[in-house]
């Protein structure tokens, strides 16, 4: 199994832009999350899906989209980027709501100039 | 809602001396505690993890130590090793109400290891 993996590693945005952060399992797991990692700060929840066709917001929502289209995949897309967007962010899995060992994907590098 | 602190922002150990990092938590209602490691430029790589109702848990060469009364939960690292060099984060569970299990993270220990 590849895991989670997320696409882009590194991307460099200018203010206003759009982009979609890309993030795919291979476990079928059923509960997928995003976070933004900032520096001496932990991670912070942005949104999550609990399945298929689920999704709701975490703790920093704003700015941000997702759908949950298929099982695999979960993307995060940002509508129009801010300088308070530049971190990095994870995407995660975990089999199921009552499960708690998530697997984390590598990260994406952003930076919003 | 819950916030999770780490005592210390870093920590220097020798070489196979032991390690301790320590974390605090606000809410009584939280039901599990997680410790991950995250090496530099990498996810976060679930350790170890504890149930509220247990106070110790051992894994390889890992201890995971739980104080409901003061709300503190510790990771002890035997025997340190330079591959334990990392960023060592706490999460703790906890369901809010209608909603799924949400982690609330704190903010990492980096742990460096002095040969």
């Known amino acids: 199994n590849a895991g989670v993996t997320q696409t882009p590693k590194f991307q460099v945005l200018k203010t206003g832009q759009s982009m979609t952060l890309q993030c795919a399992q291979d476990?079928?797991?059923?509960?997928m999350s995003w976070y933004r990692q900032d520096p001496g700060m932990g991670l912070r929840l942005i949104h999550y899906?609990?399945?298929?066709?689920?999704?709701d917001q975490g703790e920093v929502p704003n700015g941000y989209n997702v759908s949950r289209s298929t099982t695999e995949d979960f993307p995060l897309r940002l509508l129009s980027a801010a300088p308070s967007q530049t971190s990095v962010y994870f995407c995660?899995?975990?089999?199921?709501?009552?499960?708690?060992?998530?697997?984390f994907g590598p990260g994406t590098r952003l930076t919003v100039t | 809602g819950e916030s999770v602190g780490l005592h210390l922002p870093t920590l220097s150990v020798q070489e196979g001396d032991n390690s301790i990092i320590n974390c605090a938590y606000s809410?009584?209602?939280?039901?599990?505690f997680i410790w991950y490691k995250q090496e530099s430029g990498k996810g976060p790589q679930f350790i170890i993890d504890?149930?509220?109702?247990?106070d110790k848990r051992q894994g390889q060469r890992v201890t995971v130590l739980l104080n409901k009364t003061v709300k503190h939960l510790s990771l002890q690292i035997a025997a340190t090793q330079p591959g334990d060099s990392a960023v060592y984060f706490c999460?703790?569970?906890?369901?809010?109400?209608?909603?799924?299990?949400?982690?609330?993270f704190g903010s990492g220990t980096q742990l460096t290891v002095l040969p």
């Open positions: 995660a899995s975990r089999w199921g709501q009552a499960s708690h060992e998530q697997y």
């Open positions: 476990m079928n797991h059923e509960y």
């Open positions: 899906s609990v399945g298929a066709g689920i999704t």
């Open positions: 809410n009584s209602a939280s039901d599990y």
């Open positions: 504890i149930r509220s109702n247990m």
């Open positions: 999460a703790v569970n906890l369901v809010p109400s209608g909603s799924a299990r949400q982690l609330t």
